[in-house]
């Protein structure tokens, strides 16, 4: 069966710092891969989605950056965070009929 | 223009009786499929029902279908029998391709519904 983890599960960062968010996906090969971003009380937002290694496409410019080093593997970073950069982040992996998400991660940056 | 509009900021529904949550959508892809996702206060996503925009038939899953409208392009979900652990929000997405990356498709999703559901 397919999987998808994410951590970790809370992070708390002071401004300034850098970010890294983990994700990776068992069970499937050369998924969709997506980053979505849930503020406080909103819908999702499309951040970053991948379709192949080292293939991405950013829906948002900002102070985010994706990277796929691995087939499996989908890592959000950033270099210095904004206090805007607080919320709710989701990995998400699609085939066709469905799309599943991993935990999330909530960060909130100080 | 929005993609995806669910009108519903909020909704209460008492225990037992049916509720339907509204989505309508805009897209010019022929071909698209339309997602209901429940989020709990835990924050995880869980995947409802899905229907394609070819599919005849509209989708139901257990307590869950989906009143797909294609000519007025509305994705309603319909929960029978509410329960008190159906109290969440609740996402209505739309995959369609992504022109900006061949090849690829990308998921929109609404602003949510906050269903109550009340003892």
């Known amino acids: 069966s397919q999987t998808i983890h994410q951590w970790p599960a809370t992070l708390v960062q002071p401004v300034g710092s850098p970010l890294s968010l983990e994700c990776t996906v068992e069970g499937t090969s050369n998924p969709n891969l997506y980053w979505y971003r849930q503020a406080a009380g909103r819908g999702l937002q499309l951040l970053f989605y991948?379709?192949?290694?080292?293939?991405i496409s950013s829906e948002v410019p900002q102070n985010l950056s994706a990277s796929r080093p691995q087939d499996r593997q989908f890592i959000l970073s950033s270099k210095k965070l904004l206090l805007s950069d607080s919320g709710f982040y989701l990995c998400?992996?699609?085939?066709?009929?469905?799309?599943?998400f991993g935990q999330g991660t909530r960060l909130t940056v100080v | 223009a929005q993609k995806i509009t669910q009108t519903q900021p909020g909704m209460f529904v008492q225990e037992k009786e049916a509720v339907t949550l509204d989505c309508t959508y805009d897209t010019s892809d022929p071909s698209y499929g339309l997602f209901w996702y429940k989020q709990p206060s835990s924050g995880e996503m869980i995947f409802l029902i899905y229907q394609g925009s070819y599919d005849q038939q509209n989708a139901t899953e257990g307590r869950y279908s989906l009143n797909f409208q294609k000519a007025r392009k509305s994705a309603n979900l319909v929960i029978s029998a509410s329960q008190l652990g159906d109290s969440a929000m609740y996402f209505c997405a739309m995959r369609e391709l992504a022109y900006s990356g061949a090849g690829s498709y990308q998921l929109t999703f609404g602003k949510g519904t906050k269903l109550s559901v009340i003892p």
């Open positions: 991948s379709v192949g290694i080292g293939q």
């Open positions: 998400a992996w699609r085939r066709v009929g469905e799309a599943f």
